[in-house]
C-alpha cells in the first residue's frame, strides 16, 4: 500500500522573510518538509520544497513528494512626513524614515524646492529583487516666509551730539 499523495496547505499565505516552521502546521497529515525548519520560504512568488510522508503504519510505504508554496511580499515599516521649513534661499528637502532593504531603492519627485510655497513630494519606492511591495507615498513640503515675530523689536534709543555714549538716553 502506498499513502494518499494529496497535499494542500490551508488558506494562510506566508510572507517573504518566514521560514518553513512558519507553514509546517499547514502540512495535511503526517507530511513533512524534508528541509530544516529554519530554512527560508524563499523569495516572493511560488517556491517547491520537497517534503515526505511517514505513515504510522507498518503496511504503508514512505511517500515522497513536493509542495508548491506561494509566498507573498513582505511589506516595509517605511514613513514619510510632512515638515515645514523657514525660507533661507536654500534647497529643502524632506525623506522617508526607516530602513532600506538590500535591493529596495527610493526615488523622490518635486523634492528639493527652495520658493515660499506648499509642495506634494512622492517618495516612490521598489524593489529590484521583487520581495517587498513597492510604496507610492506622499508628504507635504512646506517653505514659510521668515515671520515678523520671529524678530524682537529693539527700543528707540536716541542720543545728543557730543554726549559720551554711556549718556545714552532710551
Do not use: C
Request: no cysteine; net charge negative.
Amino acid at each position: 500500500y502506498t499513502a494518499l499523495n494529496t497535499l494542500s496547505l490551508h488558506d494562510a499565505l506566508p510572507i517573504y522573510g518566514q521560514t518553513l516552521a512558519d507553514v509546517a502546521d499547514q502540512l495535511v497529515g503526517k507530511w513533512a518538509f524534508d528541509d530544516a525548519l529554519e530554512t527560508s520560504v524563499g523569495a516572493a512568488g511560488a517556491n517547491s520544497f520537497a517534503i515526505t510522508y511517514t505513515p504510522e503504519d507498518s503496511n504503508y510505504l514512505t511517500e515522497y513528494s513536493t509542495v508548491t508554496i506561494n509566498v507573498a511580499k513582505a511589506s516595509l515599516d517605511i514613513t514619510f512626513e510632512d515638515a515645514e521649513f523657514d525660507y533661507d534661499t536654500n534647497a529643502k528637502r524632506i525623506e522617508i524614515q526607516g530602513t532600506l532593504p538590500e535591493g529596495v531603492s527610493v526615488e523622490y519627485t518635486n523634492n528639493d524646492q527652495i520658493n515660499v510655497g506648499e509642495y506634494t513630494v512622492t517618495a516612490t519606492i521598489t524593489d529590484a529583487n521583487g520581495n517587498y511591495a513597492d510604496m507610492e507615498l506622499t508628504a507635504t513640503l512646506t517653505i514659510v516666509s521668515v515671520r515678523d515675530s520671529q524678530y524682537v523689536e529693539q527700543p528707540a534709543i536716541s542720543a545728543t551730539h557730543g554726549q559720551p555714549s554711556a549718556e545714552v538716553v532710551e
